[in-house]
């Protein structure tokens, strides 16, 4: 079978030609039907020699989508020809977090020397994919699997961390979210679904804030020198200017951070997704929002993988998708690098 793998740090994947895996003890081998490109692909292809503790080579590809095509004599929980999306970080499987679907935060995390699919183990740019367990496989009924595969990170690390900030978006809150790209649309999506919250929408693109509105962002602004300012006077409550009760950053930058916490209003939530690699200075004294909690989400749990196909299925979430012929992949991943990708690459089997 076709599969694009990682041979060499710092070098594009390679188009491969490896043998279709046989699932052995609890594995599920999945005919993959649609797989997600991330910028995380980006970072694992672009990291230094020892940067990341996995041993190549190995397959790209950690937000897949497919069939159960074949069940080792351990597995249950799936029967062949199911639906399923993959729940992409893989943990140790024996600690009390990934007893309870809390894989993204398994206390065995730096010693396993991969941390999923595509991610140290061979993941799903490929026409099929081994599953260590049954477990990692959500039923997906009738989404199709072009919406299911990019839930499974782009829509289930955007729930992770609203659920995070949840108890603070009840009625006549406000939430903000930087960066309307591939996680953020769907968290503004999740947001409208999910809370009461009115949701103001920041990028530095165009197009990002029509998608933002097409997600239902309450108001979506460019960002600006006084971007911090605009943004408090919309906030809801007590006449608006109270700063927001929560900001979802999907950039993480030192200038998105500073807005961040210009916006928050005192007691607020901040989570951090993005991996921009800004830098946030903590003191105290200082000119910080007191009482803000500070939260770096990691992708999401199973059970919140359960919830974002559940409300897929319910319609509240509809991914922008741009399409790719598995072939394609390197096309997609230098249009992903210049930013030319609509919403979410999703790359299918030739
Ligand atoms: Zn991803
Ligand atoms: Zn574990």
Redesign the pocket.
């Known amino acids: 079978m076709r599969a694009l793998r990682l041979t060499e740090w710092g070098a594009p994947p390679v188009p491969t030609d490896v043998e279709r895996p046989v699932p052995r003890g609890a594995e599920v081998l999945v005919r993959v039907e649609a797989t997600?490109l991330?910028h995380?692909?980006l970072h694992v292809i672009d990291a230094a020699p020892g940067v990341l503790p996995y041993r190549l080579p190995f397959t790209l590809g950690?937000?897949i989508a497919g069939r159960v095509a074949a069940l080792a004599p351990e597995a249950d929980g799936v029967e062949a020809d199911d639906p399923v999306v993959v729940y992409g970080p893989w943990g140790c499987g024996g600690c009390d977090r990934c007893a309870t679907g809390r894989d993204n935060y398994c206390d065995r995390r730096d010693t396993l020397g991969r941390h999923g699919a595509g991610l140290g183990r061979d993941g799903g740019m490929a026409e099929y994919v081994l599953v260590p367990s049954a477990r990692h496989l959500v039923p997906i009924g009738d989404v199709p699997a072009e919406q299911a595969a990019p839930l499974s990170?782009?829509g289930l690390t955007s729930y992770h961390a609203v659920a995070g900030a949840r108890h603070a978006l009840g009625e006549g809150t406000t939430a903000v979210v930087i960066g309307i790209g591939g996680l953020g649309h769907l968290c503004v999506q999740i947001l409208r679904a999910t809370t009461a919250s009115r949701v103001l929408a920041v990028d530095v693109r165009e197009e990002a804030l029509a998608l933002a509105e097409r997600s239902g962002a309450h108001f979506a602004t460019l960002m600006r020198a006084d971007t911090a300012r605009v943004l408090r006077a919309r906030a809801q409550g007590a006449g608006g200017g109270t700063g927001a009760d929560a900001v979802f950053d999907f950039v993480g930058t030192d200038p998105t951070l500073d807005l961040a916490t210009a916006v928050l209003r005192p007691g607020g939530e901040l989570a951090v997704v993005g991996s921009g690699g800004g830098r946030l200075t903590v003191s105290k004294p200082g000119v910080l929002p007191p009482g803000f909690r500070l939260s770096l989400p990691f992708w999401g749990t199973r059970p919140e993988l359960a919830e974002v196909i559940g409300l897929a299925r319910s319609g509240a979430l509809h991914v922008e998708t741009e399409r790719f012929p598995l072939s394609a992949a390197p096309e997609a991943i230098d249009r992903l690098r210049g930013g030319r990708v609509r919403g979410r690459a999703v790359l299918v089997p030739d």
């Open positions: 997600g991330c995380s692909d950690h937000e990170d782009a």
